[in-house]
Nanobody
C-alpha cells in the first residue's frame, strides 16, 4: 500500500520561504515520477511541479523561478522549496505519485493527505 506523508506547511509572510517534504513508502520510489499539486479555496486541485525518475522537472508557469522540486531516492522523499511566496500561493499542497498525463493535464493515482500553506500579505 502506497503512503505519502507531507510536512512543512505553515503560515508565512509574502516574500518568505517554505520547504515541503513528502515521505513515500510502499513503492519503488526511484522508478516513479513524483509531483506536487495544490488546491486553493474555491478552486480545483492543480499541477504545480513534477520530477521524473531521471531527475528532470517541469513547473507550472506561475511558480517557475520561485519553486524548486527535488528528490532524494535514498530517503524516498520528494521536496518542494518555495521562495518568494505570494498570497496567491495560499493553498493545500498535495504530494502525488503515479503521475498521469491526460489530454495535456497532469493528474495522479496516489495522493498524500495535504499540507496547508498560507501566505499573508
Amino acid at each position: 500500500q502506497v503512503q505519502l506523508i507531507e510536512s512543512g506547511g505553515g503560515l508565512v509572510q509574502a516574500g518568505g520561504s517554505l520547504r515541503l517534504s513528502c515521505a513515500a513508502s510502499g513503492l519503488t520510489f526511484s522508478r516513479y515520477a513524483m509531483g506536487w499539486f495544490r488546491q486553493a479555496p474555491g478552486k480545483e486541485r492543480a499541477f504545480v511541479a513534477i520530477t521524473w525518475s531521471d531527475g528532470s522537472t517541469r513547473y507550472k508557469d506561475s511558480v517557475k523561478g520561485r519553486f524548486t522540486i527535488s528528490r532524494d531516492n535514498a530517503k524516498n522523499t520528494v521536496y518542494l522549496q518555495m521562495n518568494s511566496l505570494k498570497p496567491e500561493d495560499t493553498a493545500i499542497y498535495y504530494c502525488a505519485a503515479d503521475i498521469t498525463l491526460v489530454v495535456g493535464v497532469f493528474g495522479a493515482k496516489t495522493w498524500g493527505q495535504g499540507t496547508q500553506v498560507t501566505v499573508s500579505s
